[in-house]
C-alpha cells in the first residue's frame, strides 16, 4: 500500500482481556518500529524489527506484551490480560534501509481498556 | 534514556506571526540524529526533517527553519509566516544511540501550535 496501514483503528477491551494489533508496513521497508503514545505525550518506544528480526524489546512495559513480524512484513503486536493503564495510542511505524529514523507512521490503534 | 525536552507546551500565535519551538536534548554519544516531527490532528506522525550530530549548518525549507547548536545541546524549529494548516503538535527527537547504533526515537512531550486566522 501507499503508506503504513494500522487495525483496527479503535479498539475497547475489557481489562483481563487479550488484544492484537495489527500493522502493514510500507512495502520494502525492512525496519519496523511500535511506538505507545499516552495521551498528551510524546510516543515511547516499545520494539524494533529489522526484516524478521526482533533487535530490540526494551521498550515493552512488561511480559504481557509481546510482538511478532514471522516473514518481514506485517507484524502484530499483543497485549494479554489488559489492565488500563494500557489505554493509549499504538503507533506503527517503517523506514527503509539506511533511513535511520525517518520513518513512516501509522495512524495508529487507540485502544482504551475498561 | 537520554531526554528531550520542549518546554513550551501550547504555542497559539496569529496567522502570518513567525513562531520558534524551542528543544533541548541530553546526550553522551558524540554522533546521533535528531529530528522534528508533526502530529496533526489525524494522528499520524509526519517526517519533517533528520539531522546528524556532524552538521551544524542550519536549514531552511521553504517557510520552515532549524537551528541547531551543538555547544547548547539545542535544535529549535521557526515557522515563518504561519499558516491555518501549520496548526498541529510538534515533536523534536533524537536516535536513541550513535548513529549506527540506535533506530529507534526518544520523543520530547512536544509542543502543541495553534495557528487562528
Known amino acids: 500500500g501507499a503508506g503504513v496501514s494500522q487495525s483496527p483503528r479503535y479498539k475497547v477491551a475489557k481489562r483481563g482481556q487479550d488484544v492484537a494489533l495489527r500493522c502493514d508496513p510500507i512495502s520494502g521497508h525492512v525496519s519496523l518500529f511500535w511506538y505507545q503514545q499516552a495521551l498528551g505525550q510524546g510516543p515511547e518506544f516499545l520494539t524494533y524489527?529489522?526484516?524478521?528480526?526482533?533487535?530490540?524489546k526494551s521498550g515493552l512495559p512488561s511480559d504481557r506484551f509481546f510482538a511478532e513480524r514471522p516473514e518481514g512484513s506485517v507484524s502484530t503486536l499483543k497485549i494479554q490480560r489488559t489492565q488500563q493503564e494500557d489505554s493509549a495510542v499504538y503507533l506503527c511505524a517503517s523506514s527503509a534501509r539506511d533511513r535511520d529514523g525517518e520513518a513512516f507512521f501509522g495512524q495508529g490503534t487507540r485502544l482504551t481498556v475498561v | 534514556a537520554q531526554k528531550v525536552t520542549q518546554a513550551q507546551t501550547e504555542i497559539s500565535v496569529v496567522e502570518k506571526e513567525d513562531v520558534t519551538l524551542d528543544c533541548v536534548y541530553e546526550t553522551r554519544d558524540t554522533t546521533y540524529y535528531l529530528f522534528w516531527y508533526k502530529q496533526p490532528p489525524s494522528g499520524e506522525l509526519v517526517f519533517l526533517i533528520r539531522?546528524?550530530?556532524?552538521?551544524?549548518q542550519n536549514e531552511i525549507s521553504g517557510r520552515y527553519s532549524w537551528n541547531f547548536q551543538k555547544s547548547t545541546s539545542s535544535f529549535n524549529f521557526t515557522i515563518t509566516a504561519s499558516q491555518v494548516v501549520d496548526s498541529a503538535v510538534y515533536f523534536c527527537?533524537?536516535?536513541?544511540?550513535?548513529?549506527?547504533?540506535?533506530?529507534?526515537?526518544?520523543f520530547g512531550k512536544g509542543t502543541s501550535l495553534l495557528v487562528t486566522p
Open positions: 524489527f529489522q526484516n524478521e528480526a526482533q533487535l530490540d
Open positions: 539531522r546528524n550530530s556532524f552538521d551544524e
Open positions: 527527537a533524537r536516535s536513541t544511540g550513535a548513529i549506527g547504533s540506535g533506530y529507534a526515537l526518544n
